[in-house]
């Protein structure tokens, strides 16, 4: 009993489930991490490779082995028309309105990339783009909808 002298009990319930807001920030933010090692790794003219880990029977043995892929990483910036560089954030394959009809910011350089998308972390983090990302999980699932078929003359 001594052992369990040394602990400290307490009453506590087990969470019923994670926050879907959170959930939704935090794969977001994991996206922007990852567009700012890729453009950290630009403005110092570093190649950036990532990799990812797939499972694959190999033919010969039959046996499951893992093994390592490169990552495709696409950056969400591109250079304007006015040779300004345009940032667009990303939720998914969507692009996030951060403003309703203003779907891109206006930067100067990758630099600019940087720590545009440092700004946009702690506004994430923040909670400030919630109703934005609500709004396009909201479109998305609309759209799942299966049809129906109804048949004429069954009942």
Known sequence: M?????????????RKGENPREVRRFKL??????QLLLARAQHEGTPLQLTRIK????????????????RKIKPWWWNGENGKTNIALKYGSKVIEISPGLNAIETEGV????????VLKSAVLGGELDAQIEGLNKKTSAGLKRPTLSLKGKN
């Open 2 to 14: 001594s052992n369990l002298s040394s602990l400290k009990l307490v009453a506590a319930k087990p």
């Open 29 to 34: 933010v994991d996206k922007i991490d990852t």
């Open 55 to 70: 499972t694959a029977i190999d033919l010969e043995t039959g046996l499951k082995q893992k093994i390592e892929l490169p």
């Open 111 to 118: 630099g600019g990339v940087i720590t545009t998308l440092e």
